[in-house]
């Protein structure tokens, strides 16, 4: 596969987007940002930015000219517009697209998880056909599992860093991956210097492997006090979370991540060597570090 210089983001400007866009540039990529019509985000000087209407199949065609590689870090509500986005992108000859992934393990995930996470697998099927059937054209796959810099920050590992109140799941002991988001970014870049050996595959990469009772103590120790910890069970999670989306409501995700991730014994952190950090040549993340920022 030739090199790939030009890189089109999708959807850049959000919580993932602007690590993604500034990785790329750090690592001496031609960056274009495309942004729908009605959007008020602002990218960094360097980045070429182009309006898209991604209803109009002409608009999304002139945006992905000249485009050597796709990354769609596009909002979790608009994941069902990639589907035209990449038949786009193979018309005009893009030679990798990085679907808007980002988080858990898809292919493994199964029941609710799968059902909320449908626009991800279908977007994964047709990217294999895509690929099977044009051979210069190839995806990749990236699973971070939790964004924990911006998680920390958001509360969605259990945490307040404002109020210093944690809740623990079952014993807070199941390991856990997590990755900050400048090291996604870094992920996203290094995947595109190595396309030979990232083509056609779901990758796994992470910052490192922690616990909920790991954090609490680093937290505490960082803060200088005692936090407020309460205790729940994950059990009654994922009764909450089948009940909701028996309903529709998709809000369930948040109640069975909790189950995914914490559940003692539910073994979901990669093993070693099923992380692709190595073969990426990504640098080893510090916990402790991660944490004092955040704070
Ligand atoms: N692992 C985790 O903990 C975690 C957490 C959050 C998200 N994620 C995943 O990471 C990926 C990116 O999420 P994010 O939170 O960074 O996204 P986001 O901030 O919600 O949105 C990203 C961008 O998508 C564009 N967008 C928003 N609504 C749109 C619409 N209706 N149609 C087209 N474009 C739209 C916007 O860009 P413009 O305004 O420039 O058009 C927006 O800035 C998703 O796959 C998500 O599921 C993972």
Redesign the pocket.
Known sequence: MSNIKNVAVI???????PSVIEALLDAGFEVT?L??AE?K?TFPASVKVQKVD?SSSTSVAEALKGQDAVVS???????S?QSSLVEEAVKAGVKRFIP????LNTPKVTGGTAKILGA?LQLQEQLKKLAAENPSFSWTGVS????FD??LKVG?LGFNVKDKTATIFDSGNEPFTGSNLPFIGQSVAAILKHPEQTANKYIQVASFTTTQNEILKLLEEESGTKWTVDHKKTEDFQKIADEKLAKGDYSSFGDYLKVYLFADGKGQSPKEGELANKELGLKTEDLKATIKSVL
């Open positions: 959807g850049g400007s959000g919580n993932l987007g940002a942004t729908r959007s985000a991604y870090t596009i909002a979790t509500l608009a994941l517009q808007s992934e980002f988080g991800k971070t599992s939790l964004f911006w998680g969605s």
